[in-house]
């Protein structure tokens, strides 16, 4: 046994509203440049929907992840190292851009600009890659809120396979349509087929807590790395020629704050903490013959955080003591082992990925009490899951491999944690035996009840800072998206922009700060070129600008003296 | 007696190119990891590179491995193995002239490719440019070397002018007189070929340096310390023998101290 810490995510999706939030703060924190214009490491997907990019989950296309070969071992789907290396000149599966969306931009100078017509004048679309007039198709988010979805469902792969295996037709007419949610990022996978996939192996996986990071010196633009992710989050950046891929924040994640997309989510779905696990057993765990079973065999290799082996072995595997208490403490695992109402997204990628989400119970209380029913009794709640708006088995395509029983009981719970919690608020004795219906206790509910109800920010987040005595190693370290364009922005090597090393922080917030104070006005206001802003002036001394230049001409003529 | 031109010419530049090569490789290895990568333009294209890169890719590796036998394998070596001149040159000019017609092809198609699609000219750089100009210009020359000696007999057999000369350069012993007897395409050839050298280290070329063969042998799951990341940053690597003890001082001495020192105030 080998004991190592993993951050990981919770997203219950009861609770997502849909409203991206947590995409655009993302994008504006992290892929707001040049050659990342198309790139979203987080995405929030309508489903039943094609997702981003299109279609991304049917891997007989795509070929992501990992397969078994014919001895039983793990084997990337794309192909045995070998192929890897023979296909690295034209990438056989690589997605294009029109596989994303063209990105693109709005003329809109020409708002302001346009002379004097009997007309408005219009923004055009242009695009971000050519530059030229563009008809904008698709996005990120094309099929939001089921937009289009009538037409296009043919093309949503888990559809499509539900379909082919139960010839039963499911319903996206207006009135019996469901959807729901789905936010993802990058998966920080135990077994992650991307860096197995990456020639260079500039993909690494950090030690000390698990997040998967790309070597921005160390990639060389081979691009395998790209079909390897069966979640398509890995992303090439057209312009530096670069892998790039969500850094699950790890700056902020260091001193003990959560992700920008958690920190963000107005509807408090994500829940962030650590699991210990046991990374010996990791490829066997993921080597696992059934599809089905993956499931349990990821929750098998997550350790107990309380049970004094692991504790043991952990501490002679060099874990810190908060970090272990850190663990212990971890609203992911309790929602996902203790509690097992998180799953994790296909498991069938074999990827053992480590952001969890608990499915969508339907809002089927309502529902039920529409059809007059009691919608917080047990019995009939338990009952009407199976015939829930959103198919158990789409959610089962999605979280178990097809494997409806789990999913069930997951909703089951949920629907418990509904009829426990109402005799508690009403004043009632607690129904135990709601809670043995689902195999769990009624302090259990409680406990679930508490994490998905009325958690506080330290109970949603309970994130153990990178260790003090490592700050140096920390301070400057590059960031690596210190490109053109981003935090790192004005470096210039000698072989054209983005080359060279990056610039360290402290020297890149000196020249901002001195760009900012005299750079043009954002108005294009040319006379105020090069005029200190006195907003931003620290009130010392006498920089260049901070007086208007000298005038020639009439100021010269003029009673200057 | 060798004049000076063929001194300077094949003597002395030979070893200006391998100053060159190893020098801007090592500097650009040190300075400018980020800028080291292919730029892949398959994201907005992938139809005809499908085709033409790998026709390309393998083409150039096919007539690389050529270049190394011919240059390398003395003359009288296949001469003792019973190996005839005729034989030679029959499978040297049939192996030689599949592989360097396909790496034309390839070529041809990815510069037509790199013209006509928006995105991929958009993205071409100058440097890009001229390195194309000069693989083309290397290439066409090398294929006329062939058509050449095919068809006109009185040119030097480059198994006794090109080749000594060749070996020559790496025992630091040039043989300037083999390389001056020479036919003149071969000439050419090696002078375009030291231009394609030389530029090399600063272009994108660089990325056949770093050619992932020891993805064959590494282990799928690469773990990596938190600790030793600050190598991608901007916090140098320290040496062994530095001193223990605080290092963001020498950030600001090493810069120059132009980033340190800011302009005094000049109070009024």
Redesign the interface.
Known sequence: MRVMAQTAMVMTLDKCIGCHTCSVTCKQAWTNRAGTEYVWFNNVETRPGQGYPRRYEDQEKWRGGWTLNKRGNLQLKSGNRLQKLFGIFASPVQPELDDYYEPWTYDYENLVASPATDDFPVARPKSLITGKDTKVEWSANWDDDLGGTANTDEKDPILQKIREQSEEQIRLEFEKTFMFYLPRICEHCLNPSCMASCPSGAIYKRSEDGIVLVDQDRCRGWRQCITGCPYKKIYYNHKSGKAEKCTFCYPRVEVGIPTVCAETCVGRMRYIGIFLYDADRVTEAAATPDEKDLYEAQLDILLDPNDPEVIRQARADGIAEDWLEAARKSPVYAMAKELRVALPLHPEYRTMPMVWYVPPLSPIVDLLRDQGHDGENPDVLFGAIDSLRIPVEYLAELFTAGDTEVVTNVLRKLAAMRSYMRDLTLGNEPDESIAEAVGMTGSQIQQMYRLMAIAKYDERYVIPTAHLEEAHGLEEMGCSLDVDGGPGMGQMGGLGEASGRPTPVAIENFNALRARQTSEDPTGNSQLAGRVNLLNWDGQGNPDGLFPAEQGGQGDAGGRR | MSSVVDILLWGVLPYVVLLVVIGGTIW?YK????????????????RL???G??L???GILAVLVGHIVGLIIPKSWTDAVGMSEHLYHIVALSTGTFAGIGTFVGLALLIYRRRKT??VF??T?N?DKMMYFMLVVTLIAGLATTIISVFDHSVPNYRETVSPWFRSIWILQPDVGAMAAAGLSFKVHVLFAFALFMAWP?T?LV?AF?A?????F?P????????R???????PVRRGWDPVG???RD?GVR?GGS?RR???????
């Open positions: 650009r300075y400018d990891q980020f800028g080291w990568t292919t730029r892949s333009s398959q994201l907005y294209e992938s590179l499908r085709i890169s790998p390309f890719h393998f928006g995105p958009m993205a750089t440097n600063f994108r990325h770093t992932p063969l020891h993805y064959l590494r799928y799951i690469v773990y990596r310390s938190r600790d990341v600050t190598r991608s940053g901007s916090v605080t290092q963001d950030r810069r980033t800011e302009k005094a105030p000049s109070g009024r």
